[in-house]
């Protein structure tokens, strides 16, 4: 099992910053591919970015592509989202979860975090 809490969500201004965290204990993080996702309102869940174990493989939605950054610290057992140039179409609950390998479909993550809110301004 692996457990991940998100957090860093919160209310920003169009154009501002803000960086996600998410902390996982249990089995090891290092071997697990990790994905953050988001989910609007009224809306699908939706991938947002994925980074591999190890190589630094990344993947990310065109929407967000340039503008938001995923990092790991396998020490820390974390996985950050730093998310740029912020828009109000950003607003969502956002989770992190991990997956056995990289991947961009929510059917290959077997473990979520509870979300973290982040709203975005106009």
């Known amino acids: 099992q692996v457990q991940l809490v998100e957090s860093g969500g919160g209310l920003v201004q169009a154009g501002g910053s803000l960086r996600l965290s998410c902390a996982a204990s249990g089995r090891t993080f290092s071997s697990y591919a990790m994905g953050w996702f988001r989910q609007a309102p009224g809306k699908e869940r939706e991938f947002v970015a994925a980074r591999a174990w190890s190589g630094g493989i990344t993947y990310y939605a065109s929407s967000v592509k340039g503008r938001f950054t995923i990092s790991r610290d396998n020490a820390k057992n974390t996985v950050y989202l730093q998310m740029n140039s912020l828009k109000p179409e950003d607003t969502a609950v956002y989770y992190c979860?991990?997956?056995?390998?990289?991947?961009?479909?929510?059917?290959?993550?077997?473990?979520w975090g509870q979300g973290t809110q982040v709203t975005v301004s106009s």
């Open positions: 979860a991990a997956a056995s390998t990289i991947a961009t479909s929510r059917e290959w993550y077997d473990y």
